[in-house]
T-cell receptor
Framework: DVKVTQSSRYLVKRTGEKVFLECVQD?????MFWYRQDPGLGLRLIYF???????EKGDIPEGYSVSREKKERFSLILESASTNQTSMYLC?????????????FGNGTRLTVT | AQSVTQLGSHVSVSEGALVLLRCNYS??????LFWYVQYPNQGLQLLLK??????LVKGINGFEAEFKKSETSFHLTKPSAHMSDAAEYFC???????????FGKGTMLLVSP
């Protein structure tokens, strides 16, 4: 079974802090994704990556950046956390770009910015 | 552009009753459609997918969905609800030329005894 592991389940940070959310997958998947999930808004794509050192903006990239130095690890960075970034963050991976390649999700990191 | 509309943010059923969760899509290319489920305090997991083969798709846990092009719909059904089906369900769409999934806003399924 594919395992996508997010390093923190809950995180509390102060406004203005630099925040790192880490995600690791163990199945040699090509693609990795970061979503945020908010009640009533569903999942919104922040950034994704098709390969090491590659990144693409999703629908809501403002205020975020990402890093993929190794294939298995995809980090989401909040350069200067703000209260409107309080949310559930979900990492996902998929084998490739084939439409038969489903997303595998981690259990999420619930971030609170005070 | 692609989009998904899930009708009803909450659906309540009794245990043993039919489950029907509605999903309508909009796509400028032939769509590939998915249903994911999220149990409390967990990430999403794939229930089933439509990728242009059979229009009636069977998934895990007794769920199935039917692709109806004329209605641009991909509704999720289960004949008899179980308490363990209580979760949030997300419909998602992608297609040729698109590199990511677009998710709906989710429908919370509540199952009462």
């Amino acid at each position: 079974d594919v395992k996508v592991t997010q390093s923190s389940r809950y995180l509390v940070k102060r406004t203005g802090e630099k925040v790192f959310l880490e995600c690791v997958q163990d199945m040699d998947h090509e693609n990795m994704f970061w979503y945020r999930q908010d009640p009533g808004l569903g999942l919104r794509l922040i950034y994704f990556s098709y390969d090491v050192k590659m990144k693409e903006k999703g629908d809501i990239p403002e205020g975020y950046s990402v890093s993929r130095e190794k294939k298995e690890r995809f980090s989401l960075i909040l350069e200067s956390a703000s209260t409107n970034q309080t949310s559930m963050y979900l990492c996902a991976s998929s084998r490739d770009n084939s439409y038969n390649s489903p997303l595998h999700f981690g259990n999420g990191t619930r971030l609170t910015v005070t | 552009a692609q989009s998904v509309t899930q009708l009803g943010s909450h659906v309540s059923v009794s245990e043993g009753a039919l489950v029907l969760l509605r999903c309508n899509y909009s796509s400028s290319v032939p769509p590939y459609l998915f249903w994911y489920v999220q149990y409390p305090n967990q990430g999403l997991q794939l229930l089933l997918k439509y990728t242009s083969a059979a229009t009636l798709v069977k998934g895990i846990n007794g769920f199935e969905a039917e692709f109806k092009k004329s209605e641009t719909s991909f509704h999720l059904t289960k004949p008899s609800a179980h308490m363990s089906d209580a979760a949030e369900y997300f419909c998602a769409v992608t297609g040729v030329g698109y590199s990511t999934l677009t998710f709906g806003k989710g429908t919370m399924l509540l199952v009462s005894p």
